[in-house]
């Protein structure tokens, strides 16, 4: 069976052997960081859409967990884009939960952390890795070139509801740090200021 969602196992620094999942087309994102190593985001939407089925993508799923050996560390959601914007987020996280035991790591960029369907979804996942690259509207709007309507002080906000509500997994929380942009000793004060309320 050839894959259109499912890819991998891959090396992770982070989860080991990483088996993906990618629920959204190439390059759909509601940012377009500078640092991107796909390069500028071709589709910039912030609309969230069921982009493929989700039976589609867990036939996938169950196919290859039945031919990955050995087992993955992880299942994650990514792909090349913001995987959030993927409408039935939670339902693709229960539904691979009831494929397997391995655990499920989500990788986002967290600027829908602002909407509470997007939490609730979130919610459900193992470890959520979330970015947060800069501790000021202005340094956000340079780095992470976000989609008009995506305001700063709601995906902070977001970020700290995300962190205090009741939820399942880990939350871990990823800097890119950009020599001369946001690495300053009193950029990562501010940033330090903002998270420690995260307690990531
Ligand atoms: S959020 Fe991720 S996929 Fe989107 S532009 Fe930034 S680095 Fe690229």
Redesign the pocket.
Known sequence: MSYHYIYGPIPSRRLGRSLGISPIPDKT?N???I????GR?DHLTNEREEYFKLEDILAELDDALRHVSPPPDHISIVG???PTLYLRLGDLIRGARELTSIPIAVIT?GALLSEPAVREALAEADIVLT?FNAPTEELFRRI?RPCPGIAFEAMKQGLLDFAHMPRRGQLWVEMMLLEGINDSPETLEQTRWVLQDVEP
């Open positions: 994102c940012f377009s960081c640092y991107c190593m796909l985001t090349n884009g913001e960029n970015s992470d």
